[in-house]
């Protein structure tokens, strides 16, 4: 299984700031993922992150809160913006994993918004 | 309907029983379900695929129903190591993306 190294795991942030999630895979994959996970929730798809072209985002979700960049095929940053209370959740990065045939998950960032 | 359903339990078993959590799917073409396990404040890590025929690993069985669209996945002889949030996840097809469940919480009593 692919290994990720998520961070920061956890930050508390004042509302209208910014904070960039960083995700880097020790091997190469074509696609990576980011999900959100409010408390007492489960996991929502914010978007698709393809090397060399734009992020696919999820309904609900838009380019200008969330902007994804992912440079190269072992590493993306998902940047959440703007923020308010209500963005106060996980977020995790996850890939496909070939040998399982399902996702690896990064270990989150605890996003706290004050 | 959502898309991918489960009862949120919490499931409260003595250790050793034998327990049970179906995971029910709208997408009647959806071609990939796994079970995930998350701890409290971890994150969510593949228990295991289940397959059309059913798949056992050690204690945990995972089967699918494809007629009445759920997943299940049977824990036998339970540890108090069992306790957590068990995740379904389901794969709509035509997409590399997956839907998750709410989760159902399992505590395995002493």
């Known amino acids: 299984s692919a290994v990720i190294s998520q961070k920061p795991s956890r930050d508390i942030c004042q509302r209208g700031t910014s904070l960039t999630i960083q995700c880097q895979v020790d091997?190469?994959?074509?696609?990576m993922f980011w999900y959100r996970q409010q408390p007492g929730q489960s996991l929502t798809l914010i978007a698709t992150a393809n090397q060399g072209s734009e992020a696919t985002y999820e309904s609900g979700f838009v380019i200008d809160k969330f902007p994804i960049s992912r440079p190269n095929l072992t590493f993306s940053t998902l940047t959440v913006s703007n923020m308010s209370p209500e963005d106060s959740s996980i977020y995790l990065c996850s890939v496909a994993n070939r040998e399982l045939n399902g996702y690896t998950f990064g270990s989150g960032t605890r996003l706290t918004v004050v | 309907r959502k898309e991918v359903e489960q009862d949120p339990g919490p499931f409260n078993v003595p250790e050793g029983a034998t327990v049970a959590f179906n995971c029910t799917y709208s997408n009647s073409a959806s071609q990939s379900f796994f079970w995930y396990r998350q701890d409290c404040r971890k994150e969510p890590k593949l228990l295991m695929s289940v397959y059309s025929s059913g798949n056992e690993d050690g204690r945990f069985t995972a089967q699918l129903n494809r007629a009445s669209q759920y997943i299940s996945l049977l824990i036998r002889d339970s540890k108090l190591s069992d306790s957590a949030t068990y995740l379904c996840a389901v794969n709509p097809p035509g997409t590399y993306k997956y839907i998750f469940g709410t989760g159902t919480r399992l505590k395995v009593l002493a």
């Open positions: 091997s190469q994959v074509t696609m």
